[in-house]
């Protein structure tokens, strides 16, 4: 039984919150910062939100108080110089009040799991709580708060390892596990975080820099665990990406939290740090990339840098935040791509101070004037034996260049940039040519509703064709019930989009214009590290084309032929026979697709043109569901066969936007829909597919944009369906609402 299931009523979530950081310019611990840093989450307290009169949250991230547990071991018969050896470890952990009875062998299991991993417990003790000070709703959730230390083989990676297998295999959360900083953390307000934690008000509790958080939660029940900071950062703000990047760290082998977007950004971070070898200004770079439009005013090797980070990893957490991380003598202040959340930069006369609020230190405290972070500006700081070092984004750049080239194979950074970074020209429109083009055929009626065509595709595919414009105005789609409908209905018809209601501030229409991009990516992406990859294309539309090369390059993409000469791919049928049956067929297409990938395809084709042909068509959206979980399967490196591929949807089932959106949504990386493609043709000719396209492309940016997402390859499985069959709505992996076993 895990922490997970000790708390099943917690959902996932997002949060927005006040953040701030405290360094001491010295770069020696004293407990001034820790002081300071109380100080201003209670200042903060406006931002913290209030449940029946009591605060949702408060914490503090600092240093490992080595003095304070010098007297713990000297207490307990150790030697307490041990508190100053770099592999000595502290663990903070929660254990629920029902599981009192199992705390020793909560301890035995500690011992026994870190064995193997060479990590030693020396001391085990129960921390010092007050819990007078808690209101009602406090102390009903109020958990065990458990303390350990000891001796780490070779510094947080082992530890890290050892909390995964503690929180998998008993109802514990793990608070803080290092050799480098500790995490005290209350379910309350800013006020009472002290007085609960009695240790942090000990003059020997130091530390030379401290995180605070004052939580607000916006979508998520107040808990103890989901209350920050968390081992590595502070965060406020959301990600409106979050059902790509924990899709991310699935395929990656980095186990979620089952918490918030908070906690499990901070899982990736701290996989990205132990499983791949990276550094935090490195990681930070990987999962928060700057934005093309950026990247485009770089120079030629920050260009090849950032562009090579977005193919290992990509904009998966995108949304309006800010940030304080620190990890060992590194820490990064970071701001949204889009300037949602603020994040002010100054110092006093003693410390240097990165904070959601300027106002939580006086006017006369400062020694410059505060300095609001740029949109996606990143603020690089290290603690050195001749004090804390500050450095702007340029220097933090070139940090992360020199730090990834290092681990890179000669001219493994160097990337073809006039294809990722290149502008569509002007779509091919028509003209001369185009009065005198012959017109294929339209394909035959009985084609058409094989696909699930109705006279409701076909008006919509008129309004494309003939003014390049998405018609629809409202949000999300708004097609009738599938459940209710006695034909037979495309499974995309079930599923209904999420719209977010949010209260971002407004932003100018050019910078927000500057951050939208429908591109994707079509290959084999390396790992994190550069490891195991092969040749990537970015598209700068997720629509391959079957014909006319001249007007798929002037939109940014392919042709299927032009796929089919650049990568290795497999083609797999969606179909099955009556013979065997939709089950079994399932199963065989999931078979072929594991076989593929083992065998090195870098695109896998889902193509429907022929399933027809000798059997029945799948449903192309449960094929593609069908197919991304059967690649779930790992390989020894612990990362999932998915990751070493990309998926094209070849099908004549895609009519419109929703259903783009749709398989795009489910994981495809582009969509070739080869009966739209000869629809339009047959409509309006060469002009009517290139507004086609023009109005697909203006409908991606508009859904995405309603959910807070304005870069294509961020959007997930934000939608539900309704009215599914529950054994059918299981293969999707998104929520069924309404679903009968009939």
Not at 217 to 231: A, H, Y
Not at 330 to 343: I, Q
């Amino acid at each position: 039984m895990s922490w997970k299931d000790a708390y099943p009523e917690i959902p996932l979530g997002q949060d927005a919150c006040g953040i701030i950081a405290i360094v001491e310019k010295t770069g020696k611990p004293t407990h001034r910062v820790v002081r300071r840093t109380l100080e201003s989450l209670y200042r903060m307290a406006h931002r913290a939100g209030a449940i029946r009169g009591e605060g949702d949250g408060t914490g503090i991230h600092t240093d490992i108080p080595r003095e304070l547990w010098a007297g713990f071991l000297e207490a307990k018969g150790l030697d307490p110089a041990l508190a100053q050896n770099p592999r000595f470890f502290v663990g903070h952990f929660f254990l629920p009040k029902a599981e009192e009875d199992r705390v020793e062998a909560f301890f035995a299991l500690l011992e026994e799991e870190g064995r193997p991993l060479g990590v030693r417990p020396l001391l085990f003790r129960r921390g010092e709580v007050v819990s007078q000070v808690l209101g009602p709703v406090g102390r009903r959730t109020e958990p065990l708060f458990l303390q350990v230390a000891g001796l780490s083989p070779d510094g947080d990676g082992p530890l890290w390892e050892l909390g995964l297998k503690l929180e998998g295999s008993f109802p514990v959360h793990v608070v803080s596990l290092s050799t480098r900083s500790v995490v005290y953390k209350v379910r309350g307000s800013a006020e009472i975080l002290a007085r609960y934690y009695p240790e942090l008000s000990r003059p020997e509790f130091k530390s030379a820099i401290a995180l605070g958080h004052n939580r607000y939660s916006t979508n998520t029940l107040s808990t103890f665990e989901q209350v920050q900071p968390f081992g590595l950062l502070g965060h406020n703000g959301e990600i409106n990406t979050i059902e790509r990047l924990r899709r991310e760290m699935d395929l990656l082998g980095i186990p979620r939290t089952g918490g918030s977007d908070s906690q499990d950004l901070n899982r990736l971070l701290e996989g990205l740090i132990h499983r791949y070898g990276l550094s935090l200004p490195e990681a930070l770079d990987l999962v928060f990339p700057p934005v093309i439009g950026e990247i485009k005013g770089l120079p030629e090797a920050l260009q090849d840098l950032y562009v090579a980070l977005r193919q290992r990893f990509g904009p998966l957490a995108q949304g309006p935040a800010a940030l304080v991380s620190r990890y060992g003598d590194e820490a990064v202040f970071a701001t949204d791509a889009m300037g949602l959340r603020p994040l002010w930069q100054f110092e006093t006369p003693y410390e240097y101070v990165f904070s959601s609020e300027r106002g939580v230190f006086t006017a006369e405290e400062f020694v410059a004037e505060p300095k609001p972070l740029a949109p996606g500006e990143k603020v690089y700081l290290r603690l050195t034996e001749e004090g804390a070092r500050v450095y702007p984004m340029d220097r933090h750049q070139r940090l992360v260049l020199e730090r990834v080239t290092a681990k890179t194979p000669v001219g493994g950074l160097r990337v073809h940039l006039q294809g990722p970074l290149r502008e569509a020209p002007p779509p091919v429109a028509g003209g001369s040519e185009a009065q005198v083009e012959e017109r294929p055929a339209p394909p035959p009626l009985g084609v058409e509703r094989a696909y699930g065509w109705d006279r409701w595709d076909q008006a919509y595919l008129e309004a494309l064709a003939k003014t390049g414009n998405e018609p629809i105005g409202s949000l999300g789609y708004d097609g009738p019930l599938a459940a209710l409908n006695p034909e037979k209905p495309n499974l995309s018809e079930f599923f209904k989009e999420t719209v977010a209601v949010v209260t971002n501030p407004a932003i100018d229409r050019e910078r927000e214009i500057e951050h939208f991009s429908t591109r994707t990516l079509l290959g084999r992406r390396p790992l994190p590290d550069g490891r195991g990859g092969g040749r990537v294309e970015e598209l700068l539309l997720p629509i391959v084309l079957e014909r006319d090369p001249a007007l798929a390059m002037a939109f940014g993409t392919l042709t299927l032929g032009e796929v089919k000469a650049r990568f290795q791919t497999a083609t797999l049928i969606p179909r099955f026979t009556v013979e065997e049956g939709l089950l079994a067929g399932l199963k065989r297409l999931g078979e072929e697709a594991v076989r593929a990938v083992e065998e090195g395809a870098e695109v896998l084709i889902l193509s429907d043109r022929e399933a027809f042909q000798g059997g029945v068509w799948i449903d192309i959206g449960l094929a593609l569901a069908w197919v991304n979980r059967a690649l779930l399967k790992r390989t020894p490196d612990g990362v999932a066969l998915r990751r070493k591929t990309s998926l094209l949807v070849h099908s004549g089932g895609v009519r419109n936007l929703h259903d783009l959106v749709f398989l795009l949504g489910l994981g495809a990386e582009a969509i070739a829909p080869w009966l739209l493609e000869e629809k339009a043709l047959a409509l309006e000719g060469r002009r009517g597919l290139a507004n086609t396209l023009e109005a697909l492309k203006k409908g991606l940016e508009k859904v995405i944009s309603t959910m807070g997402i304005h870069e294509l390859r961020g959007y997930g499985r934000i939608f539900s369906s309704l009215g599914l069959k529950p054994e059918l709505a299981e293969v999707f992996g998104t929520r069924n609402f309404l679903g009968s076993e009939r």
